[in-house]
Structures are given as C-alpha cells and as structure tokens.
DNA sequence: CTTGGAATGTCAACAAGGCTGACGTAACTT
DNA sequence: AAGTTACGTCAGCCTTGTTGACATTCCAAG
C-alpha cells in the first residue's frame, strides 16, 4: 500500500492531535457531503434512507432485495418500509426473478431514475468542486484513507466492483 | 455528462464514474469509522448522540451550551436531551458561568473523561491504522479534500481552530 | 410426491434521536 | 423598566433504525 514501513521518518502525522483533527474532519465533511441531497429530499416526503436505496438501485440495476441488504448494513425489515414508499409512489419496480422466484429484482423507473439524477447531480457538484480544489494527488490519497477506514470485508467488495 | 472536455492535462480524476467512486467510499468509510464507538455505546445506555456531545466538551472544556449547539448543528431540545442524561449520570458537570451567569460552561467529570477516552481510543485506533498504512502523503491528501466538502462557514471555524 | 429446512420478503410494534412550537426563568443590556 | 439573550422544558411529530412473528417460495431428502 505504501511507502512507509516506519524506519526513522517522520510519523508526526500519527499524532494523538492529528488524528483528532482528522476525526472532526471526518465528522464535519459527512454532514456537508450529505447536506445538499438532504436539502432536496426534505420537503418531499422522503429522506436519507430513500436516497441510498435509489443510489444503489441506479449503481446496480436488477439487483435483489437481499443483496441491497448486505450493502447498505440495515434490517430488512427497516429497508422494506423504504421500498415500500418507492413503489407506491412509481419510482421504483420490482421483478420477480427468472431463475429463483422468491427473489425480486429491483429497477429504477424514468420518474425514479429522475429524483435519483437530481440528487446524485447535487451531491456530486460538491464532490467535483473538491477534487476540483484539492487536485489529483490529494484525491488519490483521499481515496486510500478512505479505503484504509472501511471494515475489511466491506472494502474487499468495495474494491472488487469495476475495477480501475 | 462526459469524460470532460476542456484543458490538456488530465481532469479524468473528474469522470462522473470516478466521483461516484468517492461518493461510495464516504459512504462505507464513515460507517467503519462511527463503528467501533457504536458498539461501546451499545448496551450503555447512550448513543452516538452522547459520543459527540463527550468528544466536544473534551476537546474544549468550559465551553458552553450554545457554543455546543452551532457546533453540533442540533436543535437546544435535541441535544437537552442528551445532556440531562449525561449530567444525570455524573459524566458532565455543568458551571454556572462567572462573567455571565446565563451560561452553563461543561466539563466532563472523571467517569465522563473516562468514558470519552474508551470511545476515542476505539475511534483513534482505527484511524491510526488508517494513516499508517495510507502514509503521510496520502493522509495529506484526504484532509485536504475533506475540508474541501465542507460548508465554507464550517470549514472556517475548523481551519481557525488551534493552527498548526 | 411430499415434507421440512433455508432464503426471501412482509407486517406490527417499539426506540433513538432528529425536528417544530410554545412557554418559562433568570440575567444581562439599553 | 423594557427588551434581549441563554438556557431549560413540555408536548408532539417524523425518519429510520431495531426485534419478533409470519408468509411465500424453492430445493433437497425421504
């Protein structure tokens, strides 16, 4: 991964301090990355949650119910209220699988794959303004910190999907 | 949206494909990051809520409840009602201010010092690794681009705050 | 074929922790 | 004396997480 490997250089930025102001840093760019979609979805009647299903429904369409599970780490009972909202209201559609009829397979609708747009547009205005400003470099190590931060299960499907 | 016009050198670190990619990895990196004090917390009685409270009244002893408030970005009866339960139980102590006697400025008590330092060491330990195996050009990198996403009126106060 | 177990999905009820609105009290400021 | 500020509290709502119980579907073993 790098090119330490400790020896005598300097490792000033392991320090108790460094590491807290890395934590609040953590903290408070979380709440913007989430601010500007949380900012559409509020005032429709739908939040967060609905947010990453459609995010992950748009990544992967056709992707099942349990297999939505395991991504976003929540109940399935918790993820079905969700969904269930998302059909009602024609953004979301369910296909009963081919191969295995108890699986449904979940696609975006135009109406759903338009929220969805409008939300990831917002958030990765945000997103492309800081790479903009940070440059290459700095990105490439943003993204290893990142990765380094993931529980070791998470980032080995992190890192297995699309590859570079 | 397309690989991006524009100048010669190479912006494909913007592809909508790779921001999507930055995107993902905020979303599971601060789900590994908040993990470890969540389990703590879990079966206390207290909640990530109580987390931050303890980590700011650390990080600035004395501060006061306002003060507390812009931080966390919470309404006054939101975060009350965190700060009764921590007073309570004897985490927080509150002192009626010298110069103003309408402020309440907050210390943590030895048990509430206790406490915080179990959450921040799971939380440091984890992000340690993190920097240690990224090393300190990557790590310079990820600040950069978080303070990036920051609202700019909250990346102001965390740029102010004790220098390097 | 049938029956039992394993996946998968649904319904009901509850808890944490956000929110708004209204109101109260003490203390400072003008 | 009047207005503003800092804080606390009551009441009630919403989102999104949780468990527990149950239904459906598929597959494999008898």
Redesign the interface.
Known sequence: ????SSGGE?LL??T??????????????????T?DPDRILDGLDYGRAHH?AL?FIH?SPGTTVGNLLDIL?VTKQSLNRVLRSLFDDGLVEAKVGKKDRRERHLYLTEKGAALERSL?DA??A??????????????????????????SE??RQ?LKE?SP
């Open positions: 991964m790098a090119e330490n300097s930025f392991l108790d301090e460094n590491l807290r102001k890395g934590i609040e840093a953590m903290f408070f760019a979380y709440r913007g990355f601010s990453r995010h990544r780490g990831s958030q990765r945000r997103m492309r303004a800081a790479y903009r400003a940070a440059g290459p470099v700095a990105v490439a190590g943003f993204r290893t910190v990142l990765e380094a931060m993931m529980d998470q980032r992190f699309t």
